[in-house]
């Protein structure tokens, strides 16, 4: 399953961006060139440029299935995509914006040459074992300059597994998405989130038989009619009993966004 990247426009020419991936195990790939390397679980930022077509740019990092060409290719078809961020400030080249990257604490080179063929930087993939503030990482090297940048777009991937063709984001991956997004929260605190939510959502559905959430859409029980049907074992007529179950209707906005 493919998808297109959408912005708000703001990148349709050309920029810089860094993708910042996880890698829940250890891992041998081959990456082209280089041969065969080694990726230790962990978080990963690549940074990378498009003179022009940057949708299109990033509409390839997020699919599973393409050409294997640059590098990162051979990374991102193995390695979920957590976050993106894009800067059109014309502020850094490709090289100073890795190496804003490279400041941050705990920022190592695991495999050189990496995405820097054509540049005489070791690497412009960025290795950290625990999970990176991207955007902070990326203007670590000059914090007072944060405020003047012009804008950067940090776009949360909410289920980048279901975008790309993978498996579905999990209910450790959400709780793992909200605490990232907020400042501070627990493991604990963001699983309590998460539970109540979907409580709430599922006693609301029981006693009302509706649940709507403007922007995403409308939950509701549909009651299902009792029916003729086969044993899909033995193939004898049975009695399917009456039940119910619960359709989902999207807002406009969300399928626009899909």
């Not at 590098?71 to 995509?81: R, W």
């Not at 902070?136 to 405020?147: C, D, F, R």
Request: proline share 5%; aromatic share 8%; hydrophobic share 35%.
């Amino acid at each position: 399953m493919n998808r297109k990247f959408q912005s708000n426009g703001e990148d349709k020419k050309g920029g810089l961006y860094h993708l910042l991936l996880r890698l829940p195990r250890k891992i041998q790939i081959r990456v082209g060139a280089l041969d065969r390397k080694i990726f230790p679980s962990g978080y990963y930022i690549y940074t990378g440029s498009a003179r022009r077509g940057l949708s299109h740019r990033l509409g390839r990092h997020l699919r599973r299935r393409k050409k294997r060409h640059w590098h990162i290719d051979f990374l991102t078809t193995v390695a979920p995509l957590k976050q993106i961020l894009i800067d059109v400030s014309d502020r850094f080249t490709e090289c100073q914006a890795h190496q804003t990257i490279m400041n941050a604490p705990g920022a190592e080179v695991i495999v050189a040459g990496f995405g820097s063929s054509d540049c005489r930087c070791r690497s412009h993939l960025a290795y950290f074992k625990k999970r990176p503030p991207l955007r902070e990482a990326a203007l670590i090297s000059s914090p007072g300059h944060a405020k003047k940048i012009r804008p950067l777009l940090l776009i949360s991937i909410f289920g980048t597994e279901i975008l790309r063709g993978g498996s579905a984001m999990t209910k450790g991956d959400l709780i793992e998405s909200i605490r990232n997004s907020s400042n501070g929260l627990s493991k604990k605190a963001a699983e309590e989130v998460v539970g109540a939510v979907f409580s709430t959502l599922s006693k609301t559905l029981k006693k009302e038989g509706r649940f709507a959430y403007p922007g995403f859409g409308v939950f509701t029980v549909k009651k299902r009619k009792a029916r003729k049907g086969r044993n899909p074992k033995t193939g004898e007529a049975i009695t399917i009993k009456a039940s119910k179950t619960v359709g989902f209707k999207p807002a406009p906005s969300l399928k626009k966004s899909l």
